[in-house]
């Protein structure tokens, strides 16, 4: 009798070198346009993309967003336009920072001076100036309770000095008419640079209405739903270990178990991976609320060819079952190597959610513009080089396995710098 295995198709493979699990991805051109910018979308199973043609006369954009929608392995993606002549703010020829989350059908972003939010399913869109908010730049936008019209708008004000730095604020702003009104005081969340990059880090996280936002010069952590703080268990938890975690450069939450993800700075300037959990209260128990997990990453920094290792674009998935990470060189912060951590439910073997044993690289996104989720199934897709590189997460339980020889199979280049471009 035929074995029931060899009858299941393996379209998914795992390449294992030394022990560290390797997963490639697919890649996609789509070919209505170059693509450079892409969001997640209220759509299952795609991505959204800033249309990029002229039309007449030709130094005119067609001002678009369309849909890039996935199929079944080996297929290339399908295109379809859902907001045409949107406003004059829709194209391409900005730096744009995409919000992380949608809300009625809507999407959101802002580019250097404005906020454009836009609806796939109408295709109507507004583009809102910052009004009173003083602000030399816009860092990123999100919804945060969309039926009273309220915002997290991140800006950046230029230093007096010569440092190059700008400091950053955390605002909640309402929507009025086409203008923001800041609602409350803003947060200082601290200093960055290279405002034109997409950022690496993001120091503010919008969790079930409830924005959550680094205050740099006390070293905690707030919860607010609109001007006043509010006591929530995450910044709670952060608040109550705050002696135990460098500085903070990004947070994530995850969608539906009681745990944050922290990326930190400690006093040498190393970044380190901290999970922050608040389903333990008991006070005694402090050791078990905050977990590192840098020394499961930091085996990475020799394999990807890095003297400095830094972390950035953390972000759990919509479905909670995957936290991917971005490791780069302080040298190359374009050209990330991504990997990723299975969430497992909590027990005795997997006490941290986070099971570190099934960590899988998943290789290297040059020139790399923002990344998205889509959702049923949950794949990753990241844009770089005008190319699509997508990582279909789901199938990795299914993935076959396949182990390469310590020399690589040969005596050329070491075989993670082979693949690291794939």
């Known amino acids: 009798m035929q074995n029931l ?5 393996v379209t998914h493979h795992i390449l294992v070198k030394e022990g560290i699990k390797h997963f490639a991805p697919q890649h996609h051109t789509v070919g209505m346009t170059t693509v450079k910018q892409i969001f997640s979308v209220p759509e299952p199973n795609a991505v959204g993309t800033l249309d990029d043609h002229s039309v007449e006369p030709l130094d005119e954009h067609s001002r678009g967003i369309a849909l890039i929608k996935f199929g079944d392995i080996g297929k290339e993606p399908e295109c379809e336009m859902v907001a045409q002549n949107c406003d004059e703010g829709v194209d391409d020829r ?26 796939i399913e109408t295709g109507e869109s507004v583009t809102a100036e910052l009004g009173a908010l003083t602000a030399d730049y816009i860092t990123g936008v999100s919804f945060l309770d969309p039926q009273n019209k309220l915002f997290a708008v991140a800006t950046l004000v230029d230093r007096d000095d010569d440092s190059g730095l700008q400091a950053e604020y955390l605002h909640i702003a309402r929507l009025e008419g086409r203008q923001f009104v800041d ?17 690496l880090h993001r120091r503010w996280f919008v969790h079930n209405k409830k924005l959550f936002v680094y205050e740099w010069e006390w070293h905690k952590i707030l919860c607010m739903d609109g001007s006043q703080p509010l006591p929530r268990a995450f910044s709670e938890g952060f608040n109550c270990n705050s002696n135990r975690i460098g500085r903070v450069q990004d947070i994530a939450i995850h969608p539906k178990w009681p745990l944050g993800a922290i990326i930190e700075e400690n006093a040498f300037g190393v970044h380190e991976l901290t999970i922050v959990r608040w389903d333990i209260a008991d006070p005694k128990k402090k050791d078990e609320q905050v977990i ?4 499961d990453l930091e085996p990475l920094a020799s394999l990807f060819y890095m003297e400095r290792m830094m972390l950035a674009h953390q972000s759990f998935s919509p479905d909670g079952s995957w936290y991917v990470v971005g490791c780069i060189s302080p040298d190359a912060p ?14 005795k073997k997997y006490p941290d959610f986070l099971d570190p044993d099934g960590l899988v690289v998943l290789g290297q996104v040059a020139d790399m513009d923002p990344m998205a989720w889509t959702t049923e199934p949950t794949p990753y897709v990241a844009s770089g080089g005008g190319i699509l590189h997508r990582w279909d997460l789901d199938e990795l339980p299914n993935a076959r396995f396949f182990v390469i020889p310590d020399d690589g199979g040969g005596k050329k280049l070491p075989f993670f710098r082979k693949i690291g471009w794939l």
Do not use: H, M, W
Not at 183 to 199: K, Q, W
Not at 292 to 295: E, G, H, L, P
């Open 94 to 119: 900005f730096s744009y920072r995409f919000g992380s989350n949608y809300a009625d059908g809507k999407v959101i972003y802002s580019q250097d001076g404005a906020v454009v939010i836009a609806d």
């Open 292 to 295: 590192s997990f840098s020394q």
């Open 334 to 347: 374009e050209s990330p190597y991504f990997v990723t951590i299975p969430v497992v439910p909590v027990d």
């Open 183 to 199: 609602i409350g005081e803003a947060v200082y969340t601290g200093e960055t640079e290279n405002i034109l990059d997409f950022p």
């Open 5 to 9: 295995e060899d009858e299941v198709e």
